[in-house]
């Protein structure tokens, strides 16, 4: 017996020690998560913050971010909502390799979408003469930000959407079918109410990566100040010049990004989705 008690309590000595490193391991990254963030208001008071934001660059950075990404996110959700719904409900040959096509960007580094933008849309690349030919030129306009964050933003939709898509219930969608409805009344009065939820994540999930893109703007699409200069380019430009102004802005991408993802979290519909993550594995990756 006593042998058992020792053992007991080595063993509950054990589990304390094992719970204080998982306590000591999340209070360290969450430490490590949240300095930078809270540093950016710590750094200068609050209305300097907010008087900060009346330069003119700043001004002009917020009218194009929030103007290309609107934009994107209206292209994104007219054009990837059916493209979803067709890759998910459909068997077709290549349908592995289309959804791997989908998931590319999510992995491509951002100087290579810069790059492949560049190359495919600007005035030497690929489609630059037959655009120039109808009088388009992309390349350095608010259009190649637009095309900048399509690029980045739409696989974080496009693959949430195929993987609501694909959690319907096909017996609701089957009996639509059955009651004489067609696939677009099937579509638009079954499909989309039910999937509505795990949608509109997969839509503020791809806003919020827009309206921080970077990298692939910058090199499609330059920082022109009041033209194509973004808040994150802004930021940039700005890091040499006022770091005060620097850090309002980054301290409004943080206030916009953190109310993209309380909404996400907290209106209803969108909680109650059983897909919340752009990168759910679905049955059509290994089909």
Not at 100 to 116: C, D, F, R, S, Y
Not at 140 to 150: D, E, K, N, R
Not at 187 to 207: D, E, N, Q, T, W
Not at 269 to 274: F, T
Request: aromatic share 8%; proline share 5%.
């Amino acid at each position: 017996m006593p042998a058992i008690r020792a053992g007991r309590t080595r063993s509950r000595a054990r589990g304390r020690l094992f719970e204080a490193a998982l306590f000591l391991a999340a209070a360290l990254a969450l430490a490590f998560l949240v300095l930078p963030v809270a540093a950016i208001f710590l750094r200068i008071p609050p209305g300097d913050l907010v008087s900060q934001l009346g330069n003119q660059a700043a001004r002009e950075a917020l009218v194009v971010s929030l103007k290309t990404n609107l934009l994107a996110e209206a292209i994104i959700l007219l054009v990837g909502t059916p493209a979803a719904y067709l890759i998910a409900t459909k068997r077709f040959p290549l349908r592995s390799l289309a959804i791997t096509l989908v998931e590319l960007p999510l992995v491509l580094p951002p100087a290579v979408a810069g790059i492949g933008l560049l190359a495919a849309f600007g005035r030497f690349g690929l489609l630059g003469g037959e655009l120039e030919a109808i009088g388009l030129s992309i390349g350095f306009t608010q259009a190649a930000v637009v095309l900048a964050v399509l690029l980045v933003a739409s696989p974080f939709y496009l693959r949430q959407a195929i993987a609501t898509f694909e959690a319907l219930d096909e017996s609701l969608l089957d009996a639509a079918r059955t009651l004489g409805a067609s696939p677009a009344r099937t579509f638009f009065r079954v499909a989309l109410p039910l999937a509505a939820g795990g949608l509109g994540a997969g839509a503020a999930l791809a806003f919020a990566r827009g309206i921080g893109e970077f990298g692939a703007t910058i090199m499609f699409a330059g920082s022109l100040q009041g033209v194509t200069q973004t808040l994150p380019l802004a930021i940039y430009e700005q890091f040499d010049v006022s770091f005060d102004v620097s850090l309002a802005l980054g301290a409004l991408l943080v206030v916009l990004s953190a109310a993209v993802l309380l909404a996400f979290k907290l209106v209803p519909g969108w909680a109650r989705s059983s897909s919340t993550s752009p990168f759910l594995s679905a049955r059509s990756v290994s089909s």
